[in-house]
């Protein structure tokens, strides 16, 4: 059974930034791609970022373009969310999800594996 678990999350003022980290606990994610979920108060989890094992293949949510950038380290076995011009409107639970396949992590439903998730809190 994979187990992720996410980091970095915090309260951060409008206009800051955060990075999200993720890392399996107890596994190696060989060729797995990974992705960031969010989930605001009284909304549907939505889909933010994917990337793929390889790092060549990225998808962003519109709402993370220009601002956010997923990344990853194989070596360390660790997916990154780097997140620029915070907004109030970003404040949520982030997700952590994970899939051998590419294009689950990228669609609405997400991959089979997901972390507990870390609070990010944008204060206006």
């Known amino acids: 059974q994979v187990q992720l678990v996410e980091s970095g999350g915090g309260l951060v003022q409008f206009g800051g930034s955060l990075r999200l980290s993720c890392a399996p606990s107890?596994?190696?994610?060989?060729?797995?791609?990974m992705g960031w979920f969010r989930q605001a108060p009284g909304k549907e989890r939505e889909f933010v970022a994917a990337?793929?094992?390889?790092?060549?293949?990225?998808s962003y949510a519109d709402s993370a373009k220009g601002r956010f950038t997923i990344s990853r380290d194989n070596a360390k076995n660790t997916m990154y969310l780097q997140m620029n011009s915070l907004k109030p409107e970003d404040t949520a639970v982030y997700y952590c999800?994970?899939?051998?396949?590419?294009?689950?992590?990228?669609?609405?439903?997400?991959?089979?594996?997901w972390g507990q998730g870390t609070q990010v809190t944008v204060s206006s």
């Open positions: 107890g596994s190696i994610l060989s060729g797995y791609a």
């Open positions: 999800n994970a899939d051998v396949a590419f294009w689950r992590v990228a669609a609405k439903q997400g991959g089979n594996y």
């Open positions: 990337i793929s094992w390889s790092g060549t293949s990225i």
